[in-house]
């Protein structure tokens, strides 16, 4: 018989399970409480009945992330995770310390299908995706750790949250309940490459998240080279989808654009960007490329990062450059796996 992956269960989903074998409600809302706090056993859920837990441990089982390396920066506390799951397989997560409390950047999947052409990422292939309770473990597990509240949450790690995205709701209704960790939706953010269908299908949720699109290019030449995604859907389909999203939830769209020196950093993308968000409720995130093992791509220089900047204000377009932290351990998700797995095959 299979065990039943109880953490991946809602309330009421517990409730209608414990009716069945004759338990009352309270007894699911005890359960509830002890997995949203990141019980690891059975045994630990000490307000049950002995009787009660042996027959849940024999059903259920509980989904744990295992530290399995930790790197902390001594340049501003940030922490990166490589979390091991039950299966054997790695993800990463960072956690981040900022004046408003703590961030924990998590994975969705187990490697990447979207191949993004400047993502460490991408280049170690797709396993699979993951489940509710093993996004919730992470958030948890890098709480633990801490030993303080994780106050907010990136689903931008490891993965494309909407190329999962039945357990990625699933995990935002487990972790946003009052009943469980309790983490306001706006205090929640997700990453897309820009998987167009299942944004109109989140817009519809009507959540009061932020939604970060990964841009990075500003126009479709451009972005179908570094993104294939790109192919799929182009630039305007992606914009109109984002209008689309703000319209129904009113919640304004943050583009992320990773500037690449000679590639999509000049005046005239700059200046083409702006045309294409004009009269939209955003927010550019521009980020300094991630230096990735293989890659050909380089950072833009800082003062050409500032032109870049400059020209988006100009035109009424609000921008930022992104705090790059734990750069002296890879805080980039996607590296750490990678050079592990580097390193196991060559023991």
């Known amino acids: 018989m299979s065990l039943t992956d109880i953490k991946s269960m809602t309330l009421e989903e517990l409730k209608n399970s414990f009716a069945a074998i004759g338990q009352p409600a309270f007894r ?19 307000d049950l009945p002995k009787p009660f837990r042996e027959t849940l441990a024999a059903e259920n089982y509980i989904a744990c992330a295992e530290i399995e390396r930790k790197y902390c920066s001594r340049l501003d506390d940030t922490v990166k995770y490589l979390f091991r799951m039950h299966d054997g397989q790695l993800v990463e997560s960072v956690l981040m310390h900022y004046e408003h409390g703590r961030t924990v950047c998590i994975s969705s999947q187990v ?15 797709y396993s699979r995706n993951l489940t509710p309770s093993e996004m919730l473990s992470q958030v948890q597990a890098a709480q633990a750790d801490a030993g303080t ?19 990625v709701l699933r995990f935002l209704e ?33 959540y009061q998240l932020t939604l970060s699109v990964s841009l990075h290019a500003p126009n479709d030449e451009i972005r179908s080279r570094l993104m294939p995604v790109g192919r799929r859907w182009n630039v305007d ?7 689309y999203y703000l319209g129904k939830t009113g919640r304004r769209i943050s583009f992320e654009y990773a500037l690449i020196g000679g590639v999509n950093d000049s005046r005239e993308c700059a200046g083409e960007l702006a045309h294409r968000l004009k009269g939209m409720l955003c927010h550019v995130n521009l980020i300094p490329v991630n230096s990735v093992k293989g890659s050909p791509f380089r950072k833009s220089t800082p003062e050409q990062t500032r032109r870049f900047m400059r020209e988006l204000a100009a035109q009424g377009i609000t921008a930022t450059v992104r705090r790059t932290l734990g750069a002296d351990i890879d805080a980039s998700c996607g ?7 580097e390193e196991a095959a060559n023991v």
């Not at 509240?149 to 357990?167: A, Q």
């Not at 389909?237 to 209008?243: K, T, V």
């Open 149 to 167: 509240r994780i106050s907010n949450i990136v689903l931008m790690g490891m993965g494309e949250p909407l190329d999962n995205y039945k357990n």
């Open 28 to 46: 699911a809302l005890q359960v509830y409480h002890w997995l949203g706090r990141g019980v690891r056993g059975f045994d630990e859920m000490s």
């Open 174 to 206: 487990l972790v946003s309940s009052g009943e469980g960790m309790n983490v306001g939706m706006r205090h929640i953010s997700l990453s897309t490459c820009g998987i167009v269908d299942k944004i109109y299908d989140l817009a519809e949720q009507k």
């Open 335 to 341: 590296q750490l796996r990678r050079r592990y797995e």
């Open 111 to 125: 490697g990447c299908r979207m191949n993004c052409a400047f993502c460490a990422t991408g280049k170690s292939g």
């Open 237 to 243: 389909e992606l914009l109109q989808a984002c209008r």
